[in-house]
């Protein structure tokens, strides 16, 4: 996750941090998704 907060100061590659913050919320998602069908 550091990644992405170091990321948000370089705003100079943009769309590289969007696509990366969309596919760490994407994972989180399916995790959560996958604990409440245990």
């Known amino acids: 996750m550091t990644n992405t907060i170091s990321g948000f100061e ?3 590659n943009g769309e590289k941090i969007d696509a ?3 596919y760490v ?3 989180q998602r399916i995790m959560f998704i996958n ?3 245990k």
Do not use: A, G
Request: hydrophobic content about 15%; cysteine-free.
């Open 10 to 12: 370089n705003r100079n």
């Open 20 to 22: 990366k913050l969309s």
């Open 35 to 37: 604990e409440k069908k």
């Open 25 to 27: 919320i994407q994972k």
